[in-house]
C-alpha cells in the first residue's frame, strides 16, 4: 500500500439494540463520553492518522450525525453576538477545515462487510481506514489508527487491530491466529468469526480499526454471507489474505473501551473523567458512597 492514508471510512448503520430505547432516536455513535459524542472521538482519530476524507456509512435514522458536523447558524450567530468564544471554537471544531465529510447510505443493515462496500464509490481503488466508532481507543501519544497507517505504509500490507480478550469471550470477536513477527505485530495465518472458546485458534481478538486495500471492495462483491446471515468483513479479509499472502495483525498502544455496551460506555466514562482533576474528584466521591 504505497500511497498514504487519506480516507476513512465509518460504518455507523447498525441498529444499536443495545441501547434501547435511547437508540429509537438518538444514533449510538452520538451516545456522549463526557461531553463529546463517540463519533468525535472516532473522527479525531481518523483526522490524526491523516485522513482529509471521512465517509460515513449511515442509515435513514442518522441524521443527527450530519448535523453534528454540518455548520450551526444560528447557535454560532448567538455564541459570537455574546463573546463566547471558547464555545464558539469548540462548536466550530467538530470538524477541521481541510477535511470533507461524506454521507452515504446503507440500506439494509446486511453486515459490517456490507457497510464498508457502500463506501466503496467514494474510496474507490486506495487504501483507506475503517473506524468503529464504539470502539474509542485512548492513547496519550499516536492514535491507534496513526500507528496502523503508519505500519501498512511501510509493511506494504493491510493491518488489522487486534487485542487479547479473556479466553471465555472468543464468540464475541473475530479471532486470528498469527505468526508473531514482534512485540506488536504479527502475520495472520487464518480468521475466524466469532468461534466457541474451545474451537478458537487464540485469544487475539480482531477490533475495530482496519487499513485496508481497495482491492477488500471487490473481494466484498464476492462475498456470501456468512455467520448471522450477514455479509462478514472479516470473510473478504480472509480472501485477501489468500491472495496477497500478507495482512498483520497488530496490538495497538492504547486502551480500548468497547462503548457498544453499557458496561463499556460506563468505564469509559469514568476513565475520561478521571482525566481531569475536577471531575476525578467527583468520581472518588461517587465510588466511596458506594
Ligand atoms: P454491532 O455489531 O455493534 O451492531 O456493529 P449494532 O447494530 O451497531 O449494535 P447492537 O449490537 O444492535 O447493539 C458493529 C459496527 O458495524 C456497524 C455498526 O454501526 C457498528 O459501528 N454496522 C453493522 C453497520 O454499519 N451496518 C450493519 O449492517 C451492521
Known sequence: MSKPLRKVVFPVAGLGTRFLPATKVVAKEMLPVLDRPLIQYAVDEAVDAGADTLVFVTNRYKHAIADYFDKAYELEAKLQEKGKDDLLALVQGTLPRHVRAIFVTQPEALGLGHAVLCAKPV???????????????????????????????????????????????TDKYGIVDAEPVNERSARIRHMVEKPKPAEAPSNLAVVGRYVLPGRIFQLLEQTKPGAGGEIQLTDAIEALLTEQGKVLAYRFEGTRFDCGNKAGLVRATMHMAMQDPSLAKVVREVAKSY
Open 123 to 169: 474510496v474507490g481503488d486506495e487504501p483507506f481506514g475503517v473506524v468503529l466508532p464504539d470502539d474509542l481507543i485512548w492513547n496519550q501519544g499516536r492514535g491507534a489508527l496513526r500507528q496502523m497507517a503508519e505500519l501498512a505504509q511501510t509493511e506494504q500490507a493491510g493491518v488489522i487491530a487486534v487485542e487479547e480478550v479473556p479466553h471465555d469471550q
